[in-house]
């Protein structure tokens, strides 16, 4: 089996809480202005207690708050029971379910994604808040960068357009949705300090023995996300206004921390 090179078409994950799509399947733009300016601060020092968490036996580590929880469920048995990934390349599969002690803050994570050729299908970026390059402790030959990017996101229902499993039950019925993420910046969905720039999955290689090896790569989709009602609560505004006050908030800036502490451990 060989990659699928623009393929037009958009594939949903059956019983899955996330969404996925063919490579060359690209939502739409959202028509709102650039934002005036993006901001590429240095991590902020804390003192605060991290637990670790540990995804696909290692390959993937995140350090969280303390205080946080975090719901790991084991896929790989479901993955090979379903069948629908005959090229499944039988390394571990985690669904992760990160939320701080409030439940106001979610980071959902997929590792080892088993369909070749996927991405996760983004809500429209309404606002660009933050961008910068992230530092996940890999990078390949040929690899394309990857950035931190936080940014406002509108429900697609409300522009008419079909649900996407990854973020569909974190906008709850509400307009506006802040995504923090790791994204592939790839030339063809513009520049990352831009709105629509890149797609928030990104590709690693098991070992370092396999690497180019499509069926031994790991996907991994992720975003850490705070919707309109959370925003709300922390905030005392509403809206529009609400979302973008986010980033005065400690909620925010632990978000940010939390996806710059991505880290992929590469097998020799």
């Known amino acids: 089996m060989q990659r699928s090179k623009g393929v037009g078409y958009c594939v949903v994950v059956s019983g899955l809480a996330f969404a996925v799509a063919a490579a060359g399947c690209s939502a739409p733009q959202a028509t709102s202005p650039k934002p005036k300016e993006t901001t590429s601060a240095a991590p902020t020092e804390t003192t605060d207690s991290k637990t ?15 205080s946080w929880n975090a719901d790991i469920q084991d896929m790989t048995e479901t993955i090979m029971a379903d069948g629908s990934a005959p090229e499944f390349n039988g390394y571990t599969a985690h669904q992760a379910t990160i939320t701080n002690l409030d439940e106001t803050v979610a980071v959902d994570v997929f590792t080892n994604v088993p369909w070749p050729d996927v991405a996760a299908i983004d809500p429209n970026e309404v606002e660009l808040l933050h961008a910068e390059p992230l530092d996940i402790g890999y990078v390949g ?3 394309e960068p990857i950035w931190l990017r936080a940014v406002i996101g ?12 990854m973020f569909d039950g974190r906008f709850d019925d509400e307009q506006y949705l802040l995504v923090v993420a790791p994204y592939v910046s790839k030339a063809e969905l513009g520049e990352p300090e831009e709105i629509g720039g890149g797609m928030s999955a990104f590709i690693t290689p098991y070992s370092v023995s396999t690497a180019g090896q499509w069926w031994e790569e790991v996907i991994t989709i992720a ?3 705070i919707n309109q009602n959370g925003a709300e609560k922390l905030t005392g ?9 986010l980033v005065e ?4 800036e632990q978000l940010l921390n939390v996806i ?8 020799e």
């Open 154 to 165: 509108e429900n697609p229902s409300v522009q008419g357009r079909p649900h996407f499993g």
């Open 141 to 143: 030959e040929g690899s």
């Open 260 to 267: 710059r502490s991505f880290k992929v451990h590469v097998n």
């Open 223 to 225: 975003a850490g996300t």
């Open 52 to 66: 670790s968490v540990e995804l696909t036996d290692g390959h993937l580590t995140i350090e969280i708050p303390e």
């Open 237 to 245: 505004l509403e809206g529009l206004e609400a979302m973008q006050a």
């Open 249 to 252: 908030t400690e909620e925010y």
